[in-house]
């Protein structure tokens, strides 16, 4: 691990992997937990953790650069369910790319249990990674310059879900009717670091996201 200040009372903490981020942020969360560490928010991305409101930056940066990257975190219990219609536009180009037929595609997404590795892009977005390595897919080579909200995408080893309309890159395979983002909801992301996720096709009729 390296430990970088960030302002007065910030660090950032750079790992190897996607897999080493998500243990070190469940870690972090757990330390807080129990009250061990004392930091306003603990935002993971794809390979470093940000801690900001760190009392003592330089103390905490040494204990953490002198520790061993945690093991992998526990699972949550909860799974949340996303009903998905398998009908985007790039569904075919997929399959092309994984060599298989459309109806594949669907099945083996479907069949994965994702889990949200970090959140950006725009409120509510969730990169999950479930994936294996050989199903990455690229970005498009001219992103949309408007995407629906709802539409189910690949990009690299990871599945987003468009929280609102906006232009994207990625490659659109489903849609979805969950509402990923509401402000007057607690919380208002759907998705959050850590959570579990499934996709479960469905017909035309529209359907809401539950926890199982």
């Known amino acids: 691990m390296r430990a970088l200040r960030v302002g007065g009372d910030a660090l950032l903490v750079e790992v190897s992997s996607g897999e080493q981020a998500q243990a070190l942020h ?3 969360l757990r330390r807080r937990a129990e009250g061990s560490l004392s930091v306003r928010e603990i935002v993971p991305a794809a390979r470093t953790v940000l801690l900001d409101g760190v009392t003592e930056p330089a103390r905490l940066a040494s204990e953490l650069t002198a520790s061993e990257v945690p093991a992998a975190p526990p699972r949550a219990r909860e799974v949340v369910e996303l009903p998905v219609r398998y009908d985007g536009p790039d569904l075919a180009d997929v399959a092309a790319h994984w060599g298989v037929g459309a109806d594949e595609v669907a099945r083996i997404h479907a069949d994965t249990e994702f889990t949200v590795a970090f959140c950006g892009f725009a409120p509510g977005f969730g990169y999950l990674t479930g994936l294996p390595p050989h199903y990455d897919v690229p970005r498009r080579d001219t992103p949309r310059t408007s995407v629906p ?27 979805t009717d969950a509402v990923l983002w509401d402000h007057a909801r607690v919380s208002a992301a759907l998705l959050t670091p850590g959570t579990r996720v499934r996709f479960v096709p469905v017909t035309a009729e529209p359907s809401a996201a539950r926890p199982v």
Request: aromatic share 10%; hydrophobic share 40%.
């Open 149 to 175: 909200a709802g539409a189910v995408a690949l990009a690299g080893p990871y599945t987003g879900v468009y929280p609102r309309s906006s232009p994207g890159g990625w490659q659109l395979i489903g849609t």
């Open 26 to 28: 469940a870690e972090l």
